[in-house]
Protein backbone atom coordinates (compact mmCIF):
# COMPACT_ATOMS: atom_id res chain seq x y z
CA UNK A 1 0.00 0.00 0.00
CA UNK A 2 2.72 2.45 0.91
CA UNK A 3 4.02 1.74 -2.84
CA UNK A 4 1.26 2.69 -4.70
CA UNK A 5 0.45 5.74 -2.67
CA UNK A 6 4.13 6.75 -2.75
CA UNK A 7 3.53 6.49 -7.11
CA UNK A 8 0.27 7.89 -7.00
CA UNK A 9 1.88 11.43 -5.20
CA UNK A 10 4.74 11.41 -7.24
CA UNK A 11 2.84 10.52 -10.59
CA UNK A 12 0.10 13.88 -9.06
CA UNK A 13 3.38 16.03 -7.82
CA UNK A 14 4.76 16.07 -11.53
CA UNK A 15 1.14 16.19 -13.18
CA UNK A 16 1.29 19.48 -11.24
CA UNK A 17 4.21 20.74 -13.13
CA UNK A 18 3.30 19.26 -16.63
CA UNK A 19 -0.31 20.13 -16.34
CA UNK A 20 -3.44 17.68 -15.84
CA UNK A 21 -4.36 16.01 -19.27
CA UNK A 22 -7.94 15.36 -17.93
CA UNK A 23 -10.07 12.38 -19.37
CA UNK A 24 -12.49 14.36 -21.11
CA UNK A 25 -12.24 17.72 -21.92
CA UNK A 26 -10.46 20.58 -24.29
CA UNK A 27 -6.58 20.13 -22.73
CA UNK A 28 -4.86 18.61 -25.73
CA UNK A 29 -3.25 15.40 -24.96
CA UNK A 30 -0.83 14.96 -27.67
CA UNK A 31 2.41 16.28 -25.73
CA UNK A 32 1.45 14.82 -22.53
CA UNK A 33 3.90 12.62 -22.29
CA UNK A 34 6.82 14.84 -23.68
CA UNK A 35 5.20 17.62 -20.74
CA UNK A 36 5.05 14.86 -17.94
CA UNK A 37 8.63 13.50 -18.94
CA UNK A 38 10.17 17.19 -18.58
CA UNK A 39 8.43 17.66 -14.98
CA UNK A 40 9.79 14.96 -13.99
CA UNK A 41 13.88 15.47 -15.40
CA UNK A 42 13.39 19.37 -13.60
CA UNK A 43 11.48 17.77 -10.11
CA UNK A 44 13.56 15.09 -10.13
CA UNK A 45 16.72 17.04 -10.75
CA UNK A 46 16.53 19.33 -8.09
CA UNK A 47 16.32 16.51 -5.15
CA UNK A 48 19.19 14.69 -3.70
CA UNK A 49 20.77 12.09 -6.29
CA UNK A 50 19.54 9.30 -3.64
CA UNK A 51 16.09 10.89 -3.53
CA UNK A 52 16.05 11.50 -6.80
CA UNK A 53 16.60 8.09 -8.35
CA UNK A 54 14.26 6.43 -6.02
CA UNK A 55 11.29 8.64 -6.80
CA UNK A 56 12.41 8.27 -10.49
CA UNK A 57 12.35 4.62 -10.16
CA UNK A 58 8.66 4.89 -8.32
CA UNK A 59 7.12 7.21 -11.66
CA UNK A 60 8.70 5.18 -14.03
CA UNK A 61 7.54 1.92 -12.57
CA UNK A 62 3.72 4.06 -12.30
CA UNK A 63 4.16 5.14 -16.06
CA UNK A 64 5.16 1.73 -17.15
CA UNK A 65 2.28 0.04 -15.37
CA UNK A 66 4.33 -3.57 -15.85
CA UNK A 67 3.79 -4.04 -12.69
CA UNK A 68 0.68 -4.95 -10.44
CA UNK A 69 1.32 -2.43 -7.56
CA UNK A 70 1.84 0.02 -10.50
CA UNK A 71 -1.25 -1.25 -12.40
CA UNK A 72 -3.51 -1.01 -9.02
CA UNK A 73 -1.61 2.70 -8.90
CA UNK A 74 -3.19 3.33 -12.36
CA UNK A 75 -6.62 2.13 -11.51
CA UNK A 76 -7.16 3.88 -8.48
CA UNK A 77 -5.73 7.33 -10.69
CA UNK A 78 -8.10 6.42 -13.12
CA UNK A 79 -10.92 5.62 -10.26
CA UNK A 80 -10.95 9.38 -8.86
CA UNK A 81 -12.44 11.28 -12.00
CA UNK A 82 -15.47 8.87 -11.78
CA UNK A 83 -16.04 9.44 -8.15
CA UNK A 84 -15.50 12.45 -8.17
CA UNK A 85 -17.92 13.13 -11.50
CA UNK A 86 -20.66 10.91 -9.86
CA UNK A 87 -20.36 13.17 -6.27
CA UNK A 88 -21.12 16.25 -7.60
CA UNK A 89 -24.00 15.31 -9.78
CA UNK A 90 -22.08 14.60 -13.40
CA UNK A 91 -18.98 17.04 -12.82
CA UNK A 92 -17.12 16.64 -16.89
CA UNK A 93 -19.69 14.09 -17.68
CA UNK A 94 -22.36 16.32 -18.25
CA UNK A 95 -20.09 19.46 -19.28
CA UNK A 96 -18.50 17.15 -22.07
CA UNK A 97 -21.74 15.30 -23.29
CA UNK A 98 -19.89 11.96 -22.33
CA UNK A 99 -21.60 8.59 -22.71
CA UNK A 100 -20.99 5.58 -21.32
CA UNK A 101 -19.23 3.93 -23.73
CA UNK A 102 -16.82 6.58 -23.63
CA UNK A 103 -16.68 6.32 -19.68
CA UNK A 104 -16.29 2.24 -19.78
CA UNK A 105 -13.69 3.00 -22.47
CA UNK A 106 -11.25 5.03 -19.96
CA UNK A 107 -12.24 3.21 -17.28
CA UNK A 108 -11.55 -0.07 -18.50
CA UNK A 109 -8.46 -1.59 -17.10
CA UNK A 110 -9.51 -0.85 -13.31
CA UNK A 111 -10.88 -4.47 -13.71
CA UNK A 112 -8.06 -5.88 -14.78
CA UNK A 113 -6.34 -4.50 -11.68
CA UNK A 114 -8.38 -5.05 -9.23
CA UNK A 115 -11.61 -6.82 -9.42
CA UNK A 116 -13.28 -5.32 -6.69
CA UNK A 117 -12.32 -1.96 -8.25
CA UNK A 118 -14.41 -2.99 -11.31
CA UNK A 119 -17.49 -3.85 -9.69
CA UNK A 120 -16.77 -0.01 -7.94
CA UNK A 121 -16.97 1.57 -11.30
CA UNK A 122 -19.35 -0.67 -12.57
CA UNK A 123 -21.87 0.46 -10.10
CA UNK A 124 -20.55 4.13 -10.43
CA UNK A 125 -21.30 3.90 -13.84
CA UNK A 126 -24.28 1.93 -13.89
CA UNK A 127 -25.90 4.78 -11.71
CA UNK A 128 -24.18 7.75 -13.52
CA UNK A 129 -26.76 6.67 -16.58
CA UNK A 130 -29.36 5.88 -14.34
CA UNK A 131 -29.71 9.53 -12.95
CA UNK A 132 -28.69 10.71 -16.89
CA UNK A 133 -25.02 12.67 -15.86
CA UNK A 134 -24.04 9.75 -18.81
CA UNK A 135 -25.60 9.28 -21.65
CA UNK A 136 -26.62 5.75 -22.52
Same mark, same amino acid.
Request: hydrophobic fraction near 35%; proline fraction near 4%; avoid cysteine.
Given at each position: ?? =???RMLLIHDIVEIDA????V???TPAADQTEREQAAANRLFGLLP???ADEFRELWDEFESADTADARF *?? *??? =?????????????GTWTDYD??????RAAT? =??ADASP *????VIDTIVADAVAHGWLRP
Open positions: VD =RVIGDTPFGTDDQ *AK *AVD =RLQPSILNHAVGGVDESAEG =RI *ALGE
